[in-house]
């Protein structure tokens, strides 16, 4: 719920009224029946009773059995002078008190209003966070162990910088800095639990230094700077006050127990009678009392209180420590109050700590609470009952009520302060109210072209929210038994896109391809790689987006029955010595502008293109396998000044079994066999199967003959050749 933290000023009223008010402390339980007639309180009836067992320890219920005992002796009692008593109002102790500061932020969507469901939202998160951390600090697994109690807003930001509201702003993100207060679920169950046990309910619940402060310290009195120290029997309670508010609240875990466990150590007494003597410390001259051992003993008190005085020093000391530690300075004055204030020597020695004024450190008691008409009980004016008559105050002036209400079926109970709303019931149910709101989809990035882009994920959905059946606020007002259902809403999908999405305008390439007009659209590139462009981008994609430039990527664009892969062309299969091979049926004609192109040539708009496939003959043994690869040996020798190569080696061929010449075509699946054999070495006559020469005589009658020359030497058609020889052969 909203509040502004200390929650003190409620509607006077002037109606009469009796108020049961208990006051539940470590040691013992007062139970006061107290008349409220308009502002002013008087004490009818009051009844004290100690706990016969350490059932409560530091203000916390420890054994519920036996404080409900002491409770309703309390209320028996009370009941046979006053009536049937139902309803009775009670304290939490204030050292069970945490209080929490976060800050929340909220992304935006952009070009948004911020709604006031946004706020909310937004504060609720804060002291949801706040509950967290909180239980995190305790280290506690559940954090709906803490009630919140209230909390206020100390200021809005957006984008950073202060703002008054931020209702009907845009930005990118929203902050709210938030004060929490929450009191621990256990300390307020087991106080339920106990009055049940004793048929009383709750009329009103009030923190312990609430009570205290604000009968004893008005709100005309908070400007000033002032601790009020409620000295207990197992904790002394702290709280601060400046510039009209509570500022602080502490706990030190020293009181009275200390200076009774010092007397026990210092006269060798039982707790009982340490207990007696020390109440006797500020009220008699003298005190008598029987050790553990039997013996009796009657000395003055300022001897008793002369073996204490370290004991009390250090009471002293720790308070006046914790006093600095909260307001970071001696304040302007101390008020004790409770039981232990009455310690001797106790206001001297906390004024002497904190540097002030002795008169600046004063024991109050219940005859200083302007409201409180005592004069009937005089014996209640002392500090140990500032407190329970605080309570009673309390209870119509600023109590904790709370109501019941379900949520998603289950049953919770929470705290009044003010008006509580639909958020408060759900944060005690421990909901997740971030996780009420479907959270926006991931965002995804992608660089197109050399930018990067941003895609936004889908928005989530509020949840579904209802109040007895009808739709409501995190806002609305709750009343005692309502019926809260709340649906979480849908986190928005995360972002999607296809290539096609990133064109800002779609362009095209026009062209005529064999005579027919052709618009090519863009090209895309993800990570390298042509995709099409319905292709689904991955996150960090890299996308370059172009029309085609070149031929090769025109025909790719226009379709497979312009562009073709190989493996759909006919083509011939033939293996050679085990080897496959396969070689194209079709080639492929290309004309750009009428003349001869490759893949590789660019393209401009209105260039004509021409494609087409043509049979490519079928080739001959020769021309797919070169012989001359099949030959290891041969010898160069010049004839009539000409090279020529020759063949040491001799090659057969077979194809499907059967002896081939190199002329024959190559038929498809057909199975070659090439063999290589070293031959004799060749001779003059050999030359003339690779070169063209002709024999024909000339006329006779000039001619005598043709000579034949090796290296300018006389040979024959059987002279054996080697490399490098030069060969003549000539008429004479």
Partial sequence: MRSDLPLLEVEKTAQEELIFALDIGTRSVVGLIVEAVGEKYRVVDCVIREHDERSMLDGQIHDVMAVAKVIGQIKEELEQKNGPLHRVAVAAAGRSLRTKRVKMDMPLAKHAFITREDVVAMEFAAVQEAQAQLAQELNEQDVTRYYCVGYSVVNYHLDGELIGSLIDQRGDVASVDVIATFLPRVVVDSLITSLKRCDL????????????????????????????????????????????????????????????????????????????????????????????????????????????????????????????????????AVMLI??????????????????????????????????????????????????????????????????????????????????????????????????????????????????????????????????????????????????????????????????????????????????????????????????????????????????????GEALVEAGWELAPVEADVPSFQFTVNGHSYSLPARQEILLLNGKACSRADYLRQGDELVYRLEEVPIPAIRDVIPLEEWVQESITVHFNGEPVTIPVAQVTITMDGREARPEEPVANDAVILVKSTVGSTPVFSDVFRYVDFSLDQPDRETISGFVMLVNGEPATFQTELKTGDKLELFWD
């Fill in 201 to 332: 309910d709750m009329q009103a619940l009030t923190l312990e230094p609430i009570a205290a402060i604000n009968v004893l310290i008005p709100v005309t009195m908070r400007r000033l700077n002032i601790a009020l120290v409620d000295i207990g029997a197992g904790t002394s309670d702290v709280a601060l006050t400046e510039e009209g508010a509570i500022t602080a609240y502490g706990m030190v875990p020293v009181a009275g127990d200390e200076i009774t466990d010092a007397l026990m150590n210092a006269f060798l007494l039982d707790f009982p009678m340490a207990e007696e003597v020390k109440r006797a410390l500020s009220v008699h001259e003298s005190v008598s009392f029987t050790d553990i051992l039997g013996l009796e003993q009657t000395l003055p008190v300022a001897d008793v209180i002369a073996a204490i005085q370290p004991d009390i020093q250090q009471l002293a000391e720790k308070i006046a420590f914790k006093i600095l530690e909260l307001n970071g300075k001696a304040p302007q």
């Fill in 338 to 551: 409770g039981g232990g204030s009455l310690t001797p020597g106790l206001t001297d020695k906390v004024a002497h700590v904190l540097k002030m004024p002795a008169a600046r450190v004063a024991v109050r008691g219940s005859d200083a609470i302007k409201q409180f008409i005592g004069d009937d009980h005089p014996s209640l004016n002392g500090p140990e009952f500032v407190t329970p008559v605080g309570i009673a105050v309390a209870a119509r002036r600023h109590p904790l009520r709370y109501v019941t209400i379900t949520v998603n079926d289950q049953t919770i109970r929470i705290f009044d302060l003010r008006k509580m709303t639909l958020g408060d019931g759900l944060l005690a149910a421990g909901l997740d109210i971030r996780r009420l709101y479907g959270r926006p989809g991931l965002a995804m990035s992608v660089t197109v072209n050399g930018r990067m882009r941003i895609i936004p994920g889908g928005h989530g959905t509020p949840p579904v929210i209802e109040r007895n059946g009808e739709p409501a606020g995190l806002d609305t007002t709750l009343e005692d038994g309502d019926t809260i259902r709340a649906i979480a809403g849908t986190d928005g999908e995360n972002a999607k896109v296809q290539i096609k999405d990133l064109l800002d305008r779609l362009d095209t390439l026009d062209i005529l391809c064999n005579d027919q007009p052709l618009s090519l659209g863009p090209i895309a590139r993800v990570n390298g790689e042509v995709q099409p462009l319905d292709t689904w981008l991955a996150d960090r994609s890299e996308i370059e987006i172009r029309l085609p430039q070149t031929v």
